[in-house]
């Protein structure tokens, strides 16, 4: 909305007792825009932009290769929250677009496609961003300027996830970023199995636990939280997704709770556990899992199999204590991850806020 006061000296109607006179734009407001828009279910041919609206109504998504936006799509129904499906979509190809509903429009973003399979990608894991809202901040600038295609957060994305108004920080910090670059989360015992989160993030699959893949990489997320974490129907799930990845030169895990870490607090949950997954991962060999839960970054390499706790985001850091098994490095700081893969070439370094690298890994694929 733009103000603009006029001077009662300059009108020419001889009226005298006007103090200012409000002049609303129409053109743009995206005032009424509450949240988003969002990019979310990216895949080599489809994405789907999400928003929430304040008034309720259809919405259009215009888009296309250039700034003309010579397609659209429309909402089929009225609502606030707004999900409209982009198909038949080019790999690898960067897309403009404006959503638009009663009275409103947003600016035009853009987004790129998944890539082929053997192309170059990057993308960035970080996690545990609840309460730390300033740090939080600072990582989302770091990640606008490396321009990745997708962000991982291994869980507990906020303070409590049965608050709105948890959730309308959560989307104010993450705004300029989310508008460009698709965000894959998984639950944290934070996010308190609650329905918004279900309804904020549209994920591939059943949304609890899902797979997808990117480039010549597969991905897996998981649910960690209890009872979740002892469903068969989760374990079959992961074996069958842990085959199918197996064409991929990577393949990637990622759930909130670690099953392992130097957090010595958390020790007896943790050996209670970890079992539930670790037996399947004997068997299947992912090359990285990625976790949260404990705040403070650590890597780990147990039978192969490279453990990284992302868990620097933005909640209060936790002490690094006795080692546990397969401990490689850490850091008490708050951090990111930023994943770069080429080929059969894998290269991970990992940031402080202050632009240090605090830790490196390279892996060539065997597959």
Not at 52 to 58: L, N, V
Not at 123 to 128: A, E, N, R, S, Y
Request: proline letters at 5%; one cysteine or more; charged letters at 20%.
């Amino acid at each position: 909305m733009q103000i603009q006061f006029i001077n009662p000296s300059r009108l020419r109607d001889g009226l005298t007792f006007i103090a200012a006179i409000i002049i609303i734009s129409t053109t743009n407001l995206v005032a009424q825009i509450q949240i988003g828009p969002y990019l979310q279910n990216p895949t080599q041919t489809s994405i789907t932009i999400c928003w929430i609206a304040e008034e309720t109504g259809f919405g259009e998504v215009k888009f296309g290769t250039d700034t003309t936006l010579s397609k659209s799509r429309f909402s089929g129904q009225k609502t606030t929250y707004h999900r409209i499906a982009l198909d038949s979509l080019n790999p690898q190809t960067e897309y403009y677009y404006q959503v638009s509903g009663n009275g409103y429009s947003s600016d035009v973003y853009k987004f790129r496609t998944a890539p082929a399979d053997t192309s170059f990608f990057t993308f960035v894991v970080l996690g545990d961003t609840r309460t730390g809202d300033e740090v939080h901040k600072q990582i989302v600038e770091k990640i606008i300027n490396i321009n990745p295609d997708f962000v991982i957060n291994t869980g507990d994305l906020v303070p409590n996830g049965t608050r709105l108004k948890d959730w309308d920080i959560f989307f104010d910090i993450n705004k300029d970023m989310m508008k460009t670059i698709p965000y894959f989360p998984v639950l944290g015992n934070h996010e308190e199995n609650s329905d918004h989160y279900f309804n904020y993030f549209l994920l591939p699959g059943n949304e609890r636990y899902y797979s997808f893949s990117w480039g010549n990489s597969f991905f897996i997320a998981l649910d960690s939280n209890n009872p979740y974490i002892k469903s068969e129907e989760q374990k079959t799930f992961l074996n069958a997704q842990l085959e199918e990845g197996k064409e991929k030169n990577f393949t990637f895990v990622v759930y909130h709770h670690p099953p392992y870490s130097s957090v010595n607090t958390r020790r007896e949950d943790r050996e209670k556990n970890r079992h539930h997954f670790l037996d399947i991962f004997q068997k299947r060999k992912p090359d990285i899992v990625f976790n949260g839960h404990d705040h403070n970054y650590q890597r780990f390499l147990v039978n192969e199999i490279n453990y990284v706790v992302a868990g620097g985001g933005g909640a209060p850091l936790y002490k690094i204590g006795i080692p546990d098994e397969g401990f490689i490095t850490g850091a008490e700081e708050y951090s990111y991850c930023i994943i770069t893969v080429s080929g059969p070439n894998l290269k991970m370094e990992v940031f402080g806020l202050g632009g240090k690298l605090l830790d490196k890994m390279e892996i060539t694929s065997k597959r």
